[in-house]
């Protein structure tokens, strides 16, 4: 009786558990608006090729992707280089970046772009011209964080040049740049005049020499139809407040360029806008579905084409399985441009290629988020994706196909 008493017990405890874990997964659809992810139809991805690159970093609470992203490139291109792995600063770009804004914007009489956000052409201009320093020579914490919370920076820099621009002493005073400057070094640390770094001194210009990298090897890319293919233009997103130029390609040549790069070992600094529905940190993928294909609809085409558009975009954006995604062309990649639905809004790195279990090419992106997410960091985004969203490229000059080189004078 007492050994019947005790399976009864363990019978009724796993039905309690079912019910639980049942109510669960209901209330949790209820409150969050999406079914419980079927794991086995999910995307399985299969390696084609990954290209080295260091860990991935944390911007936290800072718009510095566009450092953290740019700096990871170089560092990625190091490697190929065959070089020792190094951790250079983010936010030693950033401090002097907000230093050459401040001045472009004051001379600009306040009408050049101002903010936090800038652009790879950054990272190359301000190597060129300040150097570079490992992470651990300057972390750019100077402000009583473990991690990088940039909202006060942000706010007291843009108040500061707002003033400046108004002009209260009707003559600008030699007080205001080394005040900027102050402050800018206050939260994120001063200028190291020289630094040791594995038994070497160095200053943060001869640290830039010594790496061994020519940054006038490296090109920027876009593809539009607003501008001559094969000329060089000023990008027109905001936060571009250099004036960096881009090499204007064909899609379809723009897509080579993606290809060639990865199959022939050079990662790809990578400007693009995650804001999309297709978009998903949690399940590591980015993806633009055809929203409108009975093909996603599987077994159920009689009743997907009787859903609203919502409810479509309900199911379609569930990331349950891999889906058709759209063909993406030039038209469609300028119409996105033109209308702000492709917005300079993320920089990352391209440092690989893999395939879905359909067969479907997706790059492996490096991110700066810390090492969390379904990837430790890294995900998926489509070649659909990619062909949409990109802003901008930044590549190696020897990653482009020759043809193409020599099409943009580069050859």
Same mark, same amino acid.
């Given at each position: 009786?007492?050994?019947?008493?005790?399976?009864?017990?363990?019978?009724?405890?796993?039905?309690?558990?079912?019910?639980?874990?049942?109510?669960? #997964?209901?209330?949790?659809?209820?409150?969050?608006?999406?079914?419980?992810?079927?794991?086995?139809?999910?995307?399985?991805?299969?390696?084609?090729?990954?290209?080295?690159?260091?860990?991935?970093?944390?911007?936290?609470?800072?718009?510095?992707?566009?450092?953290?992203?740019?700096?990871?490139?170089?560092?990625?291109?190091?490697?190929?280089?065959?070089?020792?792995?190094?951790?250079?600063?983010?936010?030693?770009?950033?401090?002097?970046?907000?230093?050459?804004?401040?001045?472009?914007?004051?001379?600009?009489?306040?009408?050049?772009?101002?903010?936090?956000?800038?652009?790879?052409?950054?990272?190359?201009?301000?190597?060129?011209?300040?150097?570079?320093?490992?992470?651990?020579?300057?972390?750019?914490?100077?402000?009583?964080?473990?991690?990088?919370?940039?909202?006060?920076?942000?706010?007291?820099?843009?108040?500061?040049?707002?003033?400046?621009?108004?002009?209260?002493?009707?003559?600008?005073?030699?007080?205001?740049?080394?005040?900027?400057?102050?402050?800018?070094?206050?939260?994120?640390?001063?200028?190291? #005049?020289?630094?040791?770094?594995?038994?070497?001194?160095?200053?943060?210009?001869?640290?830039?020499?010594?790496?061994?990298?020519?940054?006038?090897?490296?090109?920027?890319?876009?593809?539009?139809?607003?501008?001559?293919?094969?000329?060089?233009?000023?990008?027109?997103?905001?936060?571009?407040?250099?004036?960096?130029?881009?090499?204007?390609?064909?899609?379809?040549?723009?897509?080579?360029?993606?290809?060639?790069?990865?199959?022939?070992?050079?990662?790809?600094?990578?400007?693009?806008?995650?804001?999309?529905?297709?978009?998903?940190?949690?399940?590591?993928?980015?993806?633009?579905?055809?929203?409108?294909?009975?093909?996603?609809?599987?077994?159920?085409?009689?009743?997907?084409?009787?859903?609203?558009?919502?409810?479509?975009?309900?199911?379609?954006?569930?990331?349950?399985?891999?889906?058709?995604?759209?063909?993406?062309?030039?038209?469609?990649?300028?119409?996105?441009?033109?209308?702000?639905?492709?917005?300079?809004?993320?920089?990352?790195?391209?440092?690989?290629?893999?395939?879905?279990?359909?067969?479907?090419?997706?790059?492996?992106?490096?991110?700066?988020?810390?090492?969390?997410?379904?990837?430790?960091?890294?995900?998926?985004?489509?070649?659909?994706?990619?062909?949409?969203?990109?802003?901008?490229?930044?590549?190696?000059?020897?990653?482009?196909?020759?043809?193409?080189?020599?099409?943009?004078?580069?050859?």
């Amino acid at each position: 009786m007492f050994n019947m008493n005790i399976k009864l017990y363990e019978t009724m405890k796993r039905s309690v558990f079912a019910a639980c874990f049942i109510v669960t #997964a209901l209330f949790s659809q209820l409150l969050f608006g999406q079914e419980p992810q079927k794991e086995s139809e999910s995307y399985v991805f299969t390696p084609i090729k990954e290209l080295k690159v260091t860990p991935v970093k944390n911007q936290n609470r800072s718009s510095t992707c566009w450092s953290f992203s740019g700096v990871a490139f170089l560092e990625s291109e190091l490697l190929r280089m065959g070089k020792p792995e190094v951790n250079l600063s983010p936010m030693f770009v950033v401090r002097n970046a907000y230093v050459e804004k401040a001045d472009r914007f004051v001379r600009f009489n306040g009408t050049n772009n101002f903010g936090p956000g800038g652009s790879f052409f950054d990272v190359v201009e301000m190597v060129k011209k300040y150097g570079i320093v490992p992470m651990e020579v300057y972390p750019g914490l100077n402000y009583g964080e473990d991690n990088h919370v940039h909202g006060e920076l942000d706010a007291v820099t843009r108040s500061f040049v707002d003033e400046i621009v108004k002009n209260p002493n009707k003559k600008l005073s030699t007080g205001w740049k080394p005040a900027f400057i102050g402050i800018v070094d206050g939260y994120l640390g001063q200028v190291p #005049a020289s630094f040791t770094y594995n038994g070497k001194t160095y200053t943060p210009i001869t640290f830039a020499q010594s790496l061994g990298i020519n940054l006038d090897d490296y090109v920027c890319i876009g593809s539009y139809t607003h501008h001559p293919f094969y000329s060089k233009f000023v990008l027109e997103i905001p936060d571009n407040w250099i004036h960096g130029e881009v090499y204007n390609l064909p899609i379809n040549e723009f897509e080579r360029v993606l290809d060639n790069a990865i199959d022939n070992g050079y990662t790809i600094a990578w400007g693009s806008d995650v804001s999309e529905k297709g978009f998903s940190w949690r399940n590591g993928v980015a993806v633009v579905p055809d929203i409108n294909s009975a093909e996603n609809a599987g077994s159920d085409k009689d009743h997907w084409v009787q859903l609203s558009q919502k409810e479509k975009e309900a199911k379609v954006y569930s990331f349950e399985k891999p889906l058709k995604e759209m063909v993406i062309t030039q038209e469609l990649r300028q119409q996105a441009f033109d209308n702000y639905q492709t917005t300079d809004d993320h920089g990352m790195l391209i440092m690989g290629k893999a395939k879905d279990q359909n067969g479907n090419i997706f790059y492996k992106v490096k991110n700066s988020w810390g090492s969390e997410g379904k990837y430790n960091g890294f995900f998926y985004a489509s070649k659909p994706f990619v062909l949409l969203k990109t802003t901008d490229i930044m590549v190696h000059k020897n990653a482009i196909p020759d043809d193409i080189a020599r099409k943009l004078n580069l050859k």
